[in-house]
């Protein structure tokens, strides 16, 4: 239904905005761009706040998993694209939450039997001169060692070589188990003591999990507005839709998802209503959800 509004439109020149009075104590240190995310009670502090009021839009071209990481560094939030399979955005969600600022998957991986001339190609394809050597070639298998550009010297080694033949190999590594080192800070102060430019991070069985770099130490210091929850994990939002909420929903407060937002190019509908309804009705206030179109 259309409306019609009788009285006259304004433009915003046509407006004068008054400042109110600036103290000497109004300055850049002490302003605060914390904002609240979610609706909240007068005398409550909000479930969800950001420390810069900033979003990211329900967009596939804008916001995955590494633009919600990305944004969380800052204190912002992105909300996950929801045009995709339900599979696909819980995974994207798990990711962001699963993320530990710091440790990094690997992704310039190589097997033992990947000759030199394979290892430079890559290493113009990433630029990354360091690459695990794992049983299978993936980012998660079974460790067997590490080469680096000081492994190597392209000047005198057939590029037929086999990584085998120049890597470090496993036992000659120093690593750390995932069960004893659980935060950035313990993994810093390994790198540190045994003067590493690179500490691997696998499980029980010997399994690549995650890379440490000297080089990020202090890119984990200047994130000092990173939004975090109360486990320490990165704040990350979910696009949902008015059609499959009754699966979607559930698949992504499974992942972790902190806040949904129903992405719709209509907002004044009844599909929105039934859609909150059974949110509410299933899961409470503590899922917090919003609405965009």
């Known amino acids: 239904m259309a409306f019609y509004f009788e009285e006259p439109s304004h433009?915003?020149?046509?407006?004068?905005?008054?400042?109110?009075?600036?103290s000497d104590k109004c300055i850049p240190n002490n302003v605060s761009l914390k904002t609240p995310l979610v609706k909240f009670r007068k005398g409550e502090e909000p479930k969800?706040?950001?420390?810069?009021?900033?979003?990211?839009?329900?967009?596939?071209?804008?916001?995955?998993?590494?633009?919600?990481?990305?944004?969380?560094?800052?204190?912002?939030?992105?909300?996950?694209?929801?045009?995709?399979?339900i599979e696909a955005e819980a995974a994207m969600?798990?990711?962001?939450?699963?993320?530990?600022?710091?440790?990094?998957?690997?992704?310039s991986n190589i097997k033992p039997t990947t000759t030199l001339g394979e290892i430079l190609d890559l290493l113009q394809k990433?630029?990354?001169?360091?690459?695990?050597?794992t049983e299978d070639g993936t980012a998660n298998g079974k460790l067997m060692g590490i080469v680096t550009s000081r492994d190597y010297r392209v000047s005198r080694m057939s590029l037929d070589t086999p990584a085998k033949e120049f890597m470090t190999p496993f036992e000659n590594l120093v690593y750390a188990k995932a069960e004893e080192v659980t935060t950035i800070n313990q993994a810093n102060d390994l790198i540190w003591?045994?003067?590493?430019?690179?500490l691997p991070i696998v499980d029980q069985n010997q399994r690549l999990l995650h890379m440490v770099f000297r080089?990020?130490?202090?890119?984990?210091?200047?994130?000092?507005?990173?939004?975090?929850?109360?486990?320490?994990r990165y704040i990350v939002g979910a696009g949902i839709n008015t059609?499959?909420?009754?699966?979607?929903?559930?698949?992504?407060?499974?992942?972790?998802?902190?806040?949904?937002?129903?992405?719709?190019?209509?907002?004044?509908?009844?599909?929105?209503?039934?859609?909150l309804k059974y949110i509410h009705e299933h899961f409470g206030e503590d899922i917090k959800v919003g609405a965009a179109t």
């Open 243 to 275: 059609r499959d909420y009754a699966e979607r929903v559930p698949a992504l407060v499974k992942a972790g998802a902190d806040v949904l937002c129903i992405d719709s190019s209509e907002g004044f509908s009844e599909w929105q209503r039934i859609t």
């Open 48 to 85: 969800v706040s950001m420390n810069i009021p900033m979003t990211s839009a329900i967009m596939q071209a804008v916001s995955n998993d590494k633009m919600a990481i990305a944004l969380a560094k800052e204190g912002g939030v992105s909300f996950i694209f929801g045009s995709q399979s």
């Open 193 to 198: 003591q045994h003067k590493l430019n690179m």
């Open 11 to 22: 433009t915003f020149g046509e407006y004068l905005l008054v400042p109110g009075y600036s």
């Open 215 to 232: 080089k990020d130490y202090n890119d984990n210091k200047e994130h000092e507005l990173e939004l975090i929850d109360e486990n320490k």
């Open 93 to 107: 969600v798990a990711r962001v939450k699963n993320y530990k600022s710091g440790f990094v998957s690997s992704d």
């Open 126 to 133: 990433t630029s990354h001169s360091t690459m695990a050597v």
